[in-house]
């Protein structure tokens, strides 16, 4: 059963995709749609999976990852490592809307925001993620992301030095239900316009300064109006050397259903990193949905159309699609 208008979101967040469906009932306007439904898990929506207040960094300070991409106008408006200012999705969206860049970094993005659009500035640590953090360096800094690297011998938190030899494998971090930090969303309105984006405060412990896939194009979000839209949620470090969103829309261009799509996206990431956490869901411009994760049992998504109004939470199996490519 597939209709327009459609909104479907990465998993169990149903205020965000109800928000959403809100804003596309009453005008049709996807970019309105998608924008203030991922505004409300930035501002609590989501728990502490994404926004303020989630995954702090090596130094316990949380930075937010946004995107949006306008599938009519193949324009979008990006945010990476922003710093300080809570709105995410909504500095992307004011690169969309007024400049001609497509993706603005670090402390400039603070500035851009505060400076030009009078957005606060305020500290995104709050007293969970100061916690985690605390934890963390307890537990001797591990979980960490560097490699070929030996800590201080005086403290197993660094400073690190180069290690004499580097070896070439690259170690994964698991991403499932417990641990996810990252809103995609899909909207397509009624008169066909394909929209996608996304919002993330990335991966817990990262080393400072790190963006992950979610701000990229064609990594954690793409859309295209005359065949759909994608997003990614998981390992972003990984996904990001496939552009797993592009990927998806390329194949429906060439006739693929979003299922196949999907699966076949997927499918090239684990054929190089078999153990790769992460869950892709494609939506053509009709309104199928189709889905593949690796990595993780189950993906939750939730889908809202006509059929489902009050939305609809799916709880896909992750091997059944691995199992039919
Ligand atoms: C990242 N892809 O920054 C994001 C993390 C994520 O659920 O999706 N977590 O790598």
Not at 191 to 210: E, F, Q
Not at 237 to 252: C, T, W, Y
Request: overall charge negative.
């Amino acid at each position: 059963f597939a209709t327009v208008p459609l909104v479907v979101n990465t998993w169990n967040f149903p205020n965000s995709a109800l928000k959403a469906w809100e804003v596309i009932s009453e005008s049709d306007n996807a970019l309105d749609a998608l924008t203030d439904g991922i505004n409300v898990c930035e501002h609590d929506g989501c728990s502490t999976s994404v926004g303020y207040g989630g995954s702090p960094d090596e130094n316990g300070e949380t930075t937010l990852d946004a995107l949006i991409f306008d599938g009519d106008e193949m324009d979008m408006g990006a945010v990476g490592s922003l710093r300080r200012v809570k709105d995410a999705i909504l500095i992307a969206r004011r690169v969309l809307d007024y400049t001609d860049h497509s993706f603005i970094v670090g402390d400039l993005a603070t500035e851009f925001a505060t400076k030009v659009f009078n957005f606060t500035e305020e500290s995104l640590q709050t007293n969970y993620s100061r916690n985690r953090w605390e934890q963390w360096q307890n537990g001797s800094c591990q979980p960490n992301f560097w490699k070929n690297m030996e800590p201080d011998a005086s403290s197993s938190c660094g400073p690190y030095t180069v290690s004499n030899s580097i070896t070439r494998n690259s170690r994964q971090s698991t991403i499932g239900e417990d641990n996810h930090d990252t809103i995609g969303m899909i909207v397509i309105s009624g008169s066909g316009h394909a929209v996608a984006g996304t919002s993330t405060n990335g991966l817990t412990y990262k080393i400072p300064g790190r963006v992950g896939d979610s701000p990229i194009a064609g990594a954690g979000a793409y859309a295209n109006s005359e065949y759909g839209a994608a997003v990614a949620t998981g390992n972003g470090d990984i996904m990001m050397r496939f552009l797993p969103s592009f990927l998806a829309i390329e194949l429906l261009s060439q006739g693929m259903n979003p299922s196949l799509a999907a699966n076949t996206s997927i499918s090239r990431i684990v054929s190089k990193y078999p153990s790769f956490s992460g869950a892709l869901i494609v939506a053509d411009i009709d309104g199928n949905v189709g889905v593949a994760c690796n990595g993780m049992a189950t993906f939750p998504y939730v889908v809202v159309n006509e059929e489902n109004p009050e939305g609809l939470t799916v709880i896909f199996n992750c091997t059944a699609v691995a199992d039919s490519s």
